[in-house]
């Protein structure tokens, strides 16, 4: 139902959903961030411990056309789209993090085939994410539960976090 009233992917993604995330792609130096603009809550997190690069659609970045030098790959994409982004993300052989869904992770017969191929992880964030509607800067909860899923990044395949533990104040301390 959610995703039938969304009129476009875009929708950015709250503070500590990108703290769910910052520990795990600490030991990478550069990141780059596919799909978001210069006032992305992860460029403006992420900056703080990395060397970031971030590309937008709507500046000229097109992902299936640019091929930035980085360490790890961080954002939350447009989900009309995620086969032909994971399948490029995998192609690219970075390790990556993308927001995602727990709904539409096997939807769709070419992703189940294409994660029965590669390894990858799930980061599990507990309550729903509230995302933030652009046009009006409103708190939007999906009727699913969100995820990042990752390639080369979690230390074990399945790792739950609780956002409610998340702040900036106490982004060092995890």
């Known amino acids: 139902m959610q995703r039938q009233k969304a009129k476009s992917d875009e929708w950015y993604t709250p503070e500590n959903a990108v703290l769910a995330i910052e520990p795990y792609i600490r030991q990478f130096d550069k990141v780059w961030?596919?799909?978001?603009?210069?006032?992305?809550?992860?460029?403006k997190i992420l900056s703080k411990n990395h060397e970031v690069v971030y590309t937008h659609i709507e500046n000229g970045g097109d992902f299936f056309n640019t091929n930035e030098d980085c360490d790890v790959i961080v954002s939350?994409?447009?989900?009309?789209?995620?086969?032909?982004?994971?399948?490029?993300?995998?192609?690219?052989?970075?390790?990556?993090?993308?927001?995602?869904?727990?709904?539409?992770?096997?939807?769709?017969?070419?992703?189940?085939?294409?994660?029965?191929?590669?390894?990858?992880?799930?980061?599990?964030?507990?309550?729903?994410?509230?995302?933030?509607?652009?046009?009006?800067?409103?708190?939007?909860?999906?009727?699913?539960?969100?995820?990042?899923?990752?390639?080369?990044?979690?230390?074990?395949?399945?790792?739950?976090?609780?956002?409610?533990?998340?702040?900036i104040k106490k982004a060092d301390e995890i």
């Open 33 to 43: 961030c596919p799909f978001d603009k210069e006032e992305s809550n992860f460029v």
């Open 76 to 167: 939350n994409p447009p989900f009309s789209k995620r086969n032909e982004i994971y399948k490029r993300l995998f192609e690219l052989g970075k390790p990556f993090a993308m927001v995602g869904n727990m709904a539409g992770l096997f939807d769709a017969k070419a992703r189940m085939d294409m994660f029965k191929k590669y390894q990858y992880e799930i980061l599990v964030m507990y309550p729903r994410v509230k995302f933030i509607n652009p046009e009006n800067l409103e708190l939007n909860s999906p009727t699913y539960q969100s995820m990042y899923i990752c390639h080369g990044i979690l230390p074990q395949k399945i790792v739950l976090k609780d956002l409610n533990d998340l702040t």
